[in-house]
């Protein structure tokens, strides 16, 4: 139990020293492009016709050139590439399918997409 | 008189931690490498859950060693020489346990875990499996008993192994001098192994000897044009330990449950990951030279490469 306790205690020093650090970023796209390379190189022959970039930045919904969906979301520092089926509009903002393990997620698109 | 051998990872546990702390530092100042705190939170709470979850089958995994030591071929004894030899058999058979977790999905449910970050530093290294003995991890292992290699030696020796994989997992070592690159795991060989690039997918299942990877043909070097992009094909949503444990067994019992005939069922549990959204390395590997190689490509739309 002794032993438990002190990783327990060591967990916490590292993970905060972490903090501490700095190491706790929030990515941003910088522009449509920057989606378009995420959303490529996590699915492996997407290539992207239209693009919705959220309104701060951080995420994206992408729909492919052979009709796939495509949302890219943070988690942590990285970025999230899913195909999404089931996404709809509430309160002016995309809403993600809720996975397991995650919170629930939605994206200011600054509207729906007429392609959505 | 019975032989005792240390707990090396136990005596290692401290250095894991100093050394953590350090990697933190030396990347702040150098800008090389990454951490996330959310990230190497998960990763800690995994690495000590997995020894909990080791302590609980602890026993029984002991039970199958020692009934497996008792049809040994061999008396083999504790010494120097059998210490090295041991040490170089343990890492074939971690090769092949290694290559199996990665290729059938029952044994992949147990190893995925460590491959779930999307960051590659030493608290990946301490992000470990709740369940590898579900996963009959220790399987590969049992042939070294048969031999006659003592309990205690073994676990010695899978001690040393496991401490040698720790300090592998970091950014912050580039190349090391060509021999060692050559016959030794180093971190940039691992860097490729932890990468879910197409060109980098299932290669370099070394834990200690690189060797192993050139004999049996799945070495990949790193390629400095192609970063290393770290994770999973299909990466977890978010940081909660027990779903970053349990994940590919509840993606396991889901799929299995779903309408189709046995022989689709019995490939959802012991295929390669992947198998039922054509996900698999293979697929995604072939894809990928389709798009990069035109040549492949055409040579795919005669269907001389169908799969």
């Known amino acids: 139990m002794t032993l438990f306790l002190a990783s327990l205690v060591a967990i916490a020093l590292l993970v905060g020293l972490c903090w501490a650090l700095g190491f706790r970023d929030a990515p941003v796209l910088a522009d449509a492009a920057a989606a378009e390379r995420v959303a490529d190189a996590a699915l492996t022959g997407f290539r992207a016709a239209k693009v919705a970039l959220a309104a701060d930045g951080r995420g994206a919904l992408l729909k492919g050139r052979d009709g796939r969906l495509v949302a890219v979301r943070p988690v942590g520092d990285r970025w999230l590439v899913r195909e999404v089926s089931g996404a709809r509009a509430a309160a002016g903002r995309i809403v993600l399918p809720r996975e397991p393990g995650a919170r629930a997620f939605s994206l200011d698109l600054g509207g729906v997409p007429a392609w959505l | ?307």
Request: proline content about 6%; some cysteine.
């Open chain 2, 1 to 307: 008189m019975a032989v005792s051998l240390p707990n090396v990872v136990a005596l290692a546990t401290p250095g894991f931690v100093a050394l953590v702390a350090l990697e933190m530092l030396l990347v702040r100042r150098s800008g090389r490498g990454a951490y996330d705190w959310r990230d190497s939170a998960t990763s800690l709470t995994l690495g000590l859950g997995s020894t909990v979850a080791g302590l609980l089958v602890g026993g029984l995994i002991a039970a199958a060693y020692t009934a497996a030591f008792g049809f040994r071929l061999f008396d083999i004894p504790v010494a120097w020489w059998s210490g090295a030899l041991c040490f170089v058999l343990y890492d074939l058979a971690y090769y092949w346990f290694h290559r199996t977790a990665h290729r059938v999905r029952w044994f992949w449910a147990g190893h995925v875990v460590h491959h779930s970050s999307q960051h590659y530093n030493l608290t990946t290294a301490l992000r470990q499996t709740w369940t590898g003995a579900l996963a009959l991890s220790f399987v590969f292992y049992l042939p070294l008993f048969v031999l006659g290699f003592p309990p205690v030696l073994v676990l010695f020796v899978g001690g040393l192994n496991l401490v040698y994989q720790f300090w592998i997992h970091t950014e912050l070592v580039g190349r090391l001098p060509g021999w060692v690159e050559a016959v030794m795991n180093t971190p940039s060989h691992h860097r490729v192994h932890h990468g879910s690039n197409p060109r980098y997918l299932d290669r370099n299942f070394a834990g200690v000897f690189i060797v192993w990877d050139r004999l049996f043909g799945t070495f990949e070097p790193e390629d400095d044009a192609e970063p290393v992009r770290y994770g999973l094909v299909h990466n977890l949503p978010g940081f909660n330990p027990l779903w970053a444990a349990f994940h590919e067994w509840a993606g396991i019992a889901r799929d299995v449950a779903r309408p189709g005939s046995w022989r689709e069922r019995w490939q959802r549990l012991a295929g390669p990951p992947g198998w039922g959204s054509g996900d698999t390395t293979h697929a995604i590997r072939e894809r990928w030279e389709a798009e990069n190689n035109p040549q492949t490509e055409r040579k795919l739309r005669t269907g001389v490469l169908a799969e």
